[in-house]
């Protein structure tokens, strides 16, 4: 019975370790992005994120 219950605790904590894993490199993706269009320099991109930038206090001008 104690083994049953080690392998569930196992289990749970590998699923926990994966979803972090997979949330922390969802957000990091999402930083790359955008940080890569806030600080772009063509004017189409530029605009696009324009207020997003001002939105965080990320200096364009």
Known sequence: ?????I???TD????????VMQAGLAALLGL???IGV??????AVHNAA???RHGIAVPCH
């Open 7 to 9: 392998a569930k605790h």
């Open 12 to 19: 749970t904590s590998q699923a926990r370790t994966a979803q």
């Open 50 to 52: 324009h207020d997003s």
């Open 38 to 43: 806030a600080l772009s320099h063509p004017a």
């Open 32 to 34: 790359a992005l955008f």
């Open 1 to 5: 019975m104690a083994q049953t219950g």
